[in-house]
């Protein structure tokens, strides 16, 4: 008998502590509610996890459970015990075994258990996971995503890049077909991004240069093996236990789930608002337009900035807080200045709301308030941009990037060739870091001394948002800004020197950008068809917009005759953006071509 094609969207682990079940519940209630009350199919899987229980009470356990789990057809697994595995597989109440690393190794199982059952196994790091399949591993679960409550003898917390790496090493190694799931941390609000943003996906050149690499290491007989295409590797599912074992109401928090995993897998980058998905359905899909975006859609989405007043939430330092707020109102958009991560969820609910991080002042404390604001913007659906300030400075201010990317979903990314590169660096292995620092050192240019060729600059951009899954913006004399993908790259050199004499125009540019996305996502809601509003709904378009909006009253303003110095400028630059952005509105773009 073939094994059953199991559905890894949504894989439940049970838990009896008191601390996750909450009192007075027992796994098969809590279970039963969520198969009960929830559409067929959406858990795929069970695994029941006892840490501490004898072997005849998992056995009645699992009769309890298969009662639920054999009608809905999802397999149920035993956590640890073969032996108890063998057992219930005899009395036709399981379906298999999932295996840790300290536990019995998959080939002994598989003898135990026969060819039937099915065998998954926890890996923490690229060599578990490939081993894991080489020994015949059914599916991997990936963790520890994010810290948990759940379980805090966890060997790594990896984060979703972690996750990318485990998956790109099991496609190199020709296990891109093994379904994996990943867990830990993982919840409704953070289950679709996790899904969308812990997938692999090769830039077109990485492609080339592992292939290149194939070829000189076999010589003359690589060639034939370069055919080979990386085409990447997705998450099949998330694997959670409080998510649904300590929830209310188990069965709606396992539809939720269903539904966000669902959407995760197919939204592409630009759909990951949960307003316009729910308008236009999932059907829609995003056809990839190439470099940058029409005038006719920049127009659109300025319209948009000047209809919504899309809410800016900046956590910022005092000394960009002012300006920042002046030209939030000049573009169009209501300023709040707040650096409380505790008002965040109700900021975040407010119509057409962004977030602003600036993470110009960074302590112990406000890296708290950012880590619950971005789960709150998340929560949410809403936009969030990153402006890792002076991010390579610091030992300090290292670690607070790591602790910022992995705290949640980022949309926009936005620095300076050091800052970036620090975002970079950070997410990458020790070894990988090694080899990229070298890398990075090589491509310094000449006579920029201590800046990257444009070549290097515009792979960085490209690599940090295939990987992050998010538009990314090198700012300089040429701004470099990439999609999400990494495919499509646009340039924008329109600024003027001014900018750079008074203090937080760089940093209110990253509010200008929160505005323009803002609005684009909210804006999409009223274009006619789904073809439009994609267009629309583009946070690249978005930035985009944004950024020429900025340059562009910049250059405006510095041009004229009563500017003298920074001082006069500053007035003019206010009166400028909100000029430029009331004739964009009017469908006067003029100003943004001459
Ligand atoms: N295994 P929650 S993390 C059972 O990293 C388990 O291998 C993990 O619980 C691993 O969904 C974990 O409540 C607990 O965060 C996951
Ligand atoms: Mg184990």
Not at 166 to 174: C, R, S, T, V
Not at 244 to 257: K, N, Q
Request: hydrophobic residues 40%; contains cysteine.
């Amino acid at each position: 008998m073939p094994k059953p094609t199991v559905d890894y969207s949504v894989y439940l682990v049970t838990d009896s502590t008191a601390a996750v079940l909450g009192p007075g519940r027992t796994v098969p209630e809590v279970v039963g509610a969520a198969f009960t009350n929830s559409p067929k199919g959406s858990i795929g899987i069970v695994q029941l996890r006892e840490k501490n229980s004898d072997a005849r009470t998992m056995l009645a356990t699992l009769a309890e459970l298969h009662a639920f789990t054999g009608p809905a057809g999802a397999p149920l697994l035993v956590n640890d015990r073969v032996d108890v595995a063998v057992a219930a597989m005899a009395r036709g109440h399981c379906e298999g075994v999932h295996l840790g690393q300290e536990d019995i190794g998959v080939a002994t199982a598989r003898r135990m258990l026969g060819d039937d059952a099915i065998i998954g196994v926890t890996a923490s790091t690229v060599d578990e996971a490939v081993a894991a399949c080489r020994d015949g591993a059914d599916y991997l679960g990936l963790g520890t995503v994010f810290a948990t409550p759940t379980k805090t003898n966890t060997k790594h917390v990896v984060g979703t890049t972690g996750i990318q790496r485990m998956l790109k090493a099991m496609a190199a190694a020709g296990y891109g077909h093994i379904p994996a799931v990943c867990i830990g941390g993982i919840n409704t609000s953070n289950a679709r991004r996790v899904i969308f943003q812990g997938g692999y996906l090769p830039l077109p050149e990485e492609e080339d240069e592992e292939a290149a690499g194939t070829t000189e290491a076999t010589g003359t007989t690589g060639a034939s093996t370069v055919a080979q295409r990386n085409t990447g590797k997705k998450l099949d599912g998330v694997a959670v236990v409080s998510a649904i074992m300590s929830a209310a109401d188990p069965g709606a928090a396992s539809t939720l789930l269903a539904d966000e995993v669902r959407l995760g897998k197919t939204e592409g980058p630009t759909k990951f608002y949960k307003s316009t998905s729910s308008i236009h359905g999932s059907a829609v899909t995003s056809s990839p337009l190439s470099g940058s975006p029409s005038t006719s859609t920049v127009q659109r989405i300025l319209r948009a900035l000047n209809d919504t007043t899309p809410l800016s939430h900046n956590m910022t330092n005092l000394v960009v807080q002012n300006i920042a707020a002046n030209i939030a109102l000049a573009v169009g958009a209501s300023p709040i200045m707040s650096n409380s991560g505790k008002e965040a969820a109700d900021l975040a609910r407010l119509p057409a709301s962004a977030l602003v991080i600036n993470m110009g002042t960074v302590t112990a404390e406000s890296l708290a308030n950012y880590v619950q604001a971005i789960r709150a913007y998340n929560a949410a659906g809403r936009p969030i941009i990153f402006d890792p300030v002076g991010a390579g400075a610091t030992v300090v201010r290292r670690e607070a990037v790591k602790t910022i990317m992995s705290a949640g979903y980022i949309d926009v990314i936005k620095g300076n060739e050091g800052e970036i590169q620090t975002v970079y660096l950070s997410g990458l292995s020790d070894e990988e870091r090694t080899k990229a620092e070298a890398g990075l050192a090589q491509q310094r240019g000449v006579d920029g001394g201590n800046t990257l060729d444009a070549v290097a600059r515009s792979r960085l951009v490209r690599r940090l948002a295939a990987r992050e899954k998010c538009v990314v913006v090198l700012t300089g004399e040429v701004d470099y800004v990439s999609d999400a993908t990494g495919e499509r790259m646009a340039t924008v050199a329109e600024g003027h020197p001014m900018l750079g004499q008074v203090t937080g125009t760089g940093c209110s540019l990253g509010t200008v950008l929160s505005a323009t996305v803002a609005a684009a996502a909210t804006a999409s809601i009223r274009e006619a068809t789904p073809q439009r509003a994609d267009k629309v709904n583009d946070p690249f378009s978005a930035v985009i917009a944004g950024m020429l909006l900025f340059e562009r009253a910049a250059a405006r303003a510095a041009s004229q005759p009563v500017v003298k110095g920074p001082g006069s400028f500053v007035p003019v630059f206010l009166d400028e953006l909100s000029r430029c952005r009331r004739m964009a509105a009017q469908g006067d773009m003029s100003w943004a071509s001459d």
